[in-house]
């Protein structure tokens, strides 16, 4: 049957639009749009333009030795691990299944969720039904949720005012401090850990877009790595104004904790935003984005971390300032530990709003290659990674 001239032009228009349609949507990505954006995106090259394929070293495919439950006897000491609330289950149902789907249906590592009020029966279910793996419902024990006994409310309510004042998000939200607190220095010591070396920190809404078809846990402890991130980025120094100097008060005190092969160039860079280290007062504000973590607890439970995070804790900053887990972190790490032992899993495509890490590589799907952010332009400011890569690189 003969099809109209006009038909035609009409479905071949149509065909066209959605071709343009299709390439805007996934195109790679290398500068942001609106005015004056340019001026926001940094002078280097975005590695995740590169093609990328798995890390250099030794690594552990799937097998039969991975089934769940006993059988999977090539499993390490390690879990999947998130702090979450009941009312985040659809959030937490969401990050699982592409978590699940990229990687953790070949190797079926347990799940542990902790939460500070018990979860309820419909948590347990819904997220039980997303995978094969056993999955752990812990509840937060009152001492290490608590407000600690010697932070003054008085005191707390007085700073929580000049934070608002100074625009610092969440800083009114006393669960807020305590979960910041508790991710820096509380969650590993959790007795359902104890036999628990390595874990993967999930935070509900993330999402992950490439196949990984290695065990990561394996690649950490093969490759003698303590920590893997995704995303480095600055930190609102109005939040730590006393978390540098504190820091030095600490390495005065105790000089035989700091590394010899540390990254303290990186932590204290005042060249890329000069003004973030001044009123940091002397830490650049870089840090790991820790709402993803590959890591090895032993280096939280190591005596170096334990005596930096009483330091910090007795010194009341959780909640006089906003202290966050992930310059506390940071700091650590790149003061405590070989810098060396550090990895970007540049491989895992990863987003947690408004911040990507999404390489270029035929086995991700439903990120724009190189994309840092799909909000603002002003937001690129905050990619500290050419940081990382000039002072320590891209292992
Ligand atoms: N159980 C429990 N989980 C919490 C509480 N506060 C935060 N969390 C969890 O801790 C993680 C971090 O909290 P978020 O509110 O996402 O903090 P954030 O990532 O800094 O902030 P956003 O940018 O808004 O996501 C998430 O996994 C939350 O579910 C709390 O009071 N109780
Ligand atoms: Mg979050």
Not at 126 to 150: G, M, N
Not at 318 to 337: C, Q
Request: charged share 25%.
């Amino acid at each position: 049957m003969a099809i109209a001239r006009p038909v035609r032009a009409l479905g071949l228009t149509a065909v066209v639009l959605w071709c343009f349609f299709v390439w805007q949507l996934f195109r790679p990505i290398a500068a942001p749009a609106g005015p004056g954006a340019n001026s926001f995106l940094p002078k280097e090259r975005d590695p995740n333009l590169d093609p990328t394929g798995e890390p250099e070293g030794v690594l552990t495919y799937a097998s039969g030795e991975y089934a769940p439950g006993p059988a999977g006897t090539a499993r390490i000491d390690a879990t999947l691990l998130a702090l979450v609330r009941n009312e985040e289950l659809d959030g937490m149902v969401q990050a699982m299944r592409d978590l699940e789907r990229t990687w953790n249906n070949k190797f079926n590592y347990p799940w542990t969720f902790f939460n500070d009020v018990p979860f309820s029966e419909e948590f347990k279910k819904k997220t039980q039904a997303e995978t094969k793996a056993e999955c752990r419902y812990e509840l937060i024990p009152k001492e290490h949720w608590d407000v600690p006994s010697w932070i003054n409310n008085d005191l707390f309510l007085e700073s929580t005012k000049i934070l608002k004042e100074q625009e610092v998000q969440y800083a009114d939200k006393v669960s807020y401090h305590q979960m910041c607190r508790w991710n820096s220095g509380l969650f590993y010591k959790h007795p359902a850990l104890a036999n628990t070396q390595y874990y993967w920190r999930v935070e509900p809404n993330v999402h992950f877009f490439c196949d990984v078809d290695y065990d990561v846990f394996r690649y950490m402890q093969d490759n003698n790595k303590t920590y893997g991130f995704t995303i480095n980025l600055y930190d609102s120094p109005e939040s730590i104004p006393t978390l540098w100097p504190e820091t030095e008060k600490f390495i005065a005190e105790h000089p035989e904790h700091v590394h010899k092969n540390n990254a303290m160039n990186w932590l204290t860079d005042s060249i890329r935003r000069p003004e973030h280290n001044k009123k940091a007062n002397g830490y650049s504000t870089c840090h790991f984005w820790s709402n993803f973590e590959i890591a090895d607890m032993n280096f939280w439970r190591s005596k170096p971390y334990e005596d930096y995070f009483n330091h910090l804790d007795r010194a009341g900053g959780f909640y006089y300032e906003r202290w966050g887990d992930a310059p506390v972190h940071s700091i650590a790490l790149g003061l405590l530990e070989d810098k060396n032992r550090i990895h970007w899993f540049r491989d895992i495509g990863y987003q947690h709003i408004p911040f990507f890490n999404c390489p270029n590589s035929p086995k991700c799907k439903g990120c724009v290659t190189g994309r840092f952010t799909d909000g603002e332009a002003w937001l690129h400011r905050e990619d500290c990674r050419p940081n990382w890569f000039q002072y320590v690189g891209m292992g």
